[in-house]
């Protein structure tokens, strides 16, 4: 072998070793695959190696879903393992190259956290239900990751845990249209839930069920909105330029050569200044609505309604905290190309795209949150959501008007219509 071509060998063998390994993601679904349209499914993630600048994209084969983008920071030296993805359709059939299932309308999937507790002893409580029973892993049941279990139909255990987290968590699912079924015990607690004795099984029904992703009543509250600045900016930039106007007429009275000069400085900076400011204003204007679901004293379920309404076009950021879009029809859907970012920070959430124009409505749940409020039969916008397509088997039993602020649509408070 020459020296020249030892000399190349040598040099493959230094960038090979140079280069910076890519690690492998081994994906595994906790739900064997189940899902729900509209509803988040978890996703377990094992990194082997380092894993490369490059994003991980999750994304079924179905053109109408919510993909989900992994960034390297994902993999932290807390080595997160855990992510959730968004099927807005029920004809995903593989996420990646995992099969995917579609629960049917007459199917309910149930995961099971012990195993001692028998599958189908749960069968009555879901009558002509075909039942799909999963083992879930008690560590799945944490505040911050439980709402991606949501697309379960219930979740059995032998007894009520003592661990507060796992508590919390659960309340959090039946929040979200998860019933609870305690198979082993003469008693639960704690008794401030609306528990029923089914022969030797307690059940809690959920607090009530998610609206479908496709739900044009939702849309009632913001309808006729039309883009543009909010008050409060369009007020500001009213009360600066009356400022700057009585600036520049105090200046325009001086008798000083450098008075015309100064007049066109200040007018510059001005116009320049406002169109920066301008460009740095949030994209939409927004407004929140709240909905009080309380079923007894102790216990009540929040949920905040968010509008938005796009002044440019742009994305919008709905956070992290497991939002629900919820959309007019199909069309809008696909406009507004929703995908979900994790692992990169100050930047992790769901994120929607939004033209000129583009009004969304999105849904946030609170659980187990203190609720105390002055009721006033006034009515407000956000009581037309109380309509039975979002919240059937409720009734309004209080309202109360916007306190003033321009972003506050008001609260309405529901309980439960008597068998």
């Known amino acids: 072998m020459g020296r020249s071509k030892l000399v190349a060998v040598w040099l493959v063998v230094l960038l090979v070793a140079a280069a910076p390994s890519i690690g492998q993601v081994s994906l595994s679904l906790p739900l064997q695959g189940y899902y729900r349209a509209g509803r988040y499914m978890p996703v377990d993630l094992q990194l082997s190696g380092d894993l490369s600048a490059s994003p991980l994209t999750l994304q079924t084969d179905e053109p109408l879903t919510v993909p989900t983008e992994i960034g390297p920071a994902f993999f932290s030296l807390a080595r997160q393992n855990f992510t959730a993805v968004l099927i807005v359709s029920d004809r995903a059939a593989h996420l990646n190259q995992l099969p995917l299932h579609a629960l049917l309308a007459d199917q309910r999937l149930v995961g099971v956290l012990d195993s001692s507790v028998d599958a189908a002893m749960v069968q009555s409580v879901f009558p002509g239900m075909s039942m799909i029973p999963v083992r879930i892993e008690p560590g799945l049941l944490q505040a911050e990751i439980a709402p991606a279990l949501e697309s379960l139909d219930a979740i059995a255990m032998t007894d009520w845990p003592m661990d507060v987290a796992r508590q919390q968590a659960l309340h959090m699912l039946r929040g979200r249209g998860v019933t609870l079924v305690v198979t082993g015990a003469t008693q639960v607690k704690p008794d401030d839930l609306p528990w029923k004795q089914q022969g030797s099984l307690w059940v809690c029904p959920p607090a009530r069920l998610l609206p479908p992703m496709i739900c044009p009543a939702a849309y009632e509250p913001a309808m006729g909105w039309n883009p543009g600045r909010p008050a409060r900016f369009r007020m500001k930039v009213v009360i600066i330029g009356i400022i700057c106007t009585l ?26 200044g406002v169109v920066m400011w301008n460009r740095v204003q949030p994209i939409t204007a927004q407004a929140s609505g709240t909905i009080c679901l309380q079923e007894n004293p ?40 929703p995908q979900y970012r994790a692992g990169q920070t100050g930047a992790d959430g769901l994120y929607l795209r939004g033209a000129p124009g583009f009004v969304l409505a999105a849904l946030t749940t609170h659980i187990g949150q203190p609720f105390s409020c002055s009721w006033q039969p006034t009515p407000v916008p956000i009581a037309k959501l109380t309509v039975p397509a979002i919240y059937p088997g409720w009734l309004v039993d209080g309202q109360q008007a916007s306190n003033g602020g321009e972003n506050d649509l008001g609260i309405v408070r529901l309980r439960r219509r008597q068998p």
Not at 253 to 271: G, K, T, Y
Not at 306 to 311: I, L, Q
């Open 298 to 337: 102790a216990t009540s379920s929040l949920d905040i309604w968010h509008y938005y309404v796009s002044a440019v076009a742009g994305d919008i950021c709905l956070g992290s905290n497991f939002a629900h879009p919820v959309f007019y029809d199909e069309t809008q859907l696909a406009a507004a190309h």
């Open 247 to 272: 600036l520049l007429g105090l200046i325009s009275l001086m008798r000083n050569r450098w008075a015309p000069a100064a007049i066109l400085a200040i007018s510059a900076a001005l116009a320049i």
